[in-house]
């Protein structure tokens, strides 16, 4: 029997009716701004999808583009700028960001308020300690997706592989407070093929194609594959692979995602949640 397919862009939908009956005839509408450094080709697709989903809902969307040569100065003075809009309630930085720019000094000039994509210091540390604040996208996507499939979690083995800021550390604090167990993986992690084997639920965020093989998978297991890697096909072109060998995964699996079409569609849905509620919450504190 093969897993059932979780189909990202169908749960997406979902979530941005929610967020489309939320914002309703909302007036202003609330405004996005992404920024992105430099010109890697995936960030252009990943922003281009952003705001034309924004322009769909009705969210105002503009992107800030600055160069690859951008110096920190600049991209912060850039960041400031947008804190200070009246008519910006959520930022977000395209990463990845050039490598002469430091990341964590860049998330950490975003108005926590402001940061939709979670990844400030302040609503890091609101999610693990359970408190209200702006949760990272593509983690809150996994999580609603795996609840798509299995809606109590309490006491299943979930075991996290990678261990980014990004995915890997949100991913596992929010399995925690579903009561799920968790297991965090890393590069240094031994015999790890031997702790997926024991995992209810399975995310892999790596960015390593192909690492996750079938036998690495227990029998109908939960499989979120977050990778999206780039690939060049044999006869020319690219094709975008996660870290799941999904040929064989789909053969043991109870459920996995696709990829594309699984996590990433939930992902740009879950900004989009993010943005209505932080420019309510900003709302509500203006008044």
Not at 34 to 52: C, E, F, L, T
Not at 102 to 131: E, Q
Not at 175 to 185: M, P, R
Not at 259 to 273: F, Q, S
């Amino acid at each position: 029997m093969t897993a059932a397919i979780i189909d990202g862009r169908k749960q997406a939908q979902v979530l941005l009716d929610n967020v489309a009956s939320v914002l309703g005839h909302r007036s202003p509408a609330p405004g996005l701004a992404v920024v992105m450094a430099g010109d890697d080709p995936a960030s252009h697709i990943y922003v281009r999808n952003k705001i034309r989903t924004a322009q769909k809902l009705g969210v105002r969307g503009e992107t800030v583009c600055l160069p690859a040569d951008v110096n920190e100065a600049e991209l912060l003075a850039v960041i400031a700028a947008l804190n200070e809009r009246d008519d910006i309630d959520g930022i977000l930085v395209q990463l990845p960001l050039p490598a002469h720019i430091d990341n964590l000094r860049v998330m950490s000039a975003i108005d926590p308020a402001k940061d939709v994509d979670g990844l400030h210091a302040l609503n890091a540390g609101r999610l693990l300690h359970g408190a209200e604040g702006l949760v990272p996208c593509t983690p809150l996507g996994c999580l609603r997706l795996i609840k798509s499939v299995a809606s109590d979690l309490t006491g299943r083995h979930a075991v996290v592989v990678g261990t980014s800021n990004i995915v890997g550390k949100p991913m596992a604090a929010l399995l925690l407070e579903e009561h799920a167990t968790v297991t965090q993986t890393h590069v240094h992690t031994r015999d790890i093929a031997c702790i997926c084997r024991e995992a209810d639920i399975l995310v892999s965020a790596v960015g390593k194609p192909g690492l996750v093989r079938g036998d690495w998978i227990k029998p109908q297991a939960i499989v979120i594959d977050v990778g999206t890697t780039r690939v060049a096909k044999p006869d020319g072109g690219h094709e975008v692979r996660g870290d799941v060998v999904f040929e064989e995964a789909v053969q043991v699996a109870g459920a996995i995602t696709p990829v594309p079409r699984g996590v990433g569609p939930m992902t740009i849905a879950c900004l989009m949640e993010n943005t209505v509620k932080a420019a309510r919450a900003r709302a509500r504190g203006l008044q």
